[in-house]
């Protein structure tokens, strides 16, 4: 979504290239669609390698996730995937997912990077913080920023070297950086 000179943007958990499509994965979304079709306001997004289950706009959120985190992790477990909880989200993955923690010190490392910064807002974005702090140990300039919302943890925030304030915020931010 962003094209940015010399700016690489990595997501999808470190699984940027999309999956196989067959048998197993049609059984998997459609016993996801299954699971998720009893809550109104719930909505499916399938990623190609993940299907997300959002719950944001469910009328009773918490019960949705509750519900539904037992319904994904018997079709994760029957299909040998794995379920990444974030904000309002339940996420099936492929087992050997890396994980938004392993990709930052993966990438740090294949790119002889000597600093990372990295934004996140949610949940799994704890992974990416942890990594930071082993890079920083390694002698890596780093920078862990809490794009802030009215989602987001608080822990995030408290464990950041930044907080700004929403998408807004952090583009500001990376405007300050680029001067």
């Given amino acids: 979504m962003l094209d940015v ?3 690489v943007v990595l997501g999808h958990y470190g699984l940027e290239l999309p999956g196989p499509d067959d048998d197993d994965v049609a059984e998997v979304r459609a016993a996801v669609h299954e699971a998720a ?10 990623k ?6 959002h719950v944001r706009e469910a009328e009773r959120p918490a019960e949705a ?12 477990v029957t299909h040998g995937l794995l379920v990444l909880p ?15 923690g392993t990709v930052v010190a993966r990438e ?4 002889d990077l000597r600093a990372c910064l990295f934004a996140g807002d949610d949940v799994a974005d704890f992974a990416a913080f942890s990594s930071l702090e082993d ?14 919302g009215p989602e987001t943890p608080s822990e995030l925030r408290a464990a950041a ?19």
């Fill in 161 to 179: 070297d930044e907080v700004v304030e929403g998408p807004a915020g952090l583009v500001r931010l990376l405007e300050r950086l680029a001067v």
């Fill in 65 to 76: 996730t509750a519900a539904l985190g037992a319904a994904l992790d018997r079709i994760a």
């Fill in 135 to 148: 890079l920083a140990a390694g002698g890596i300039l780093t920078v862990k920023v809490a794009v802030d």
């Fill in 5 to 7: 000179p010399g700016v």
């Fill in 86 to 100: 974030g904000k309002m989200v339940l996420e099936l993955a492929p087992t050997g997912t890396p994980g938004k």
């Fill in 48 to 53: 190609g390698r993940t299907i997300a289950v």
């Fill in 108 to 111: 740090v490392e294949a790119r």
């Fill in 37 to 46: 079709s009893g809550w109104p306001g719930v909505r499916v997004e399938d």
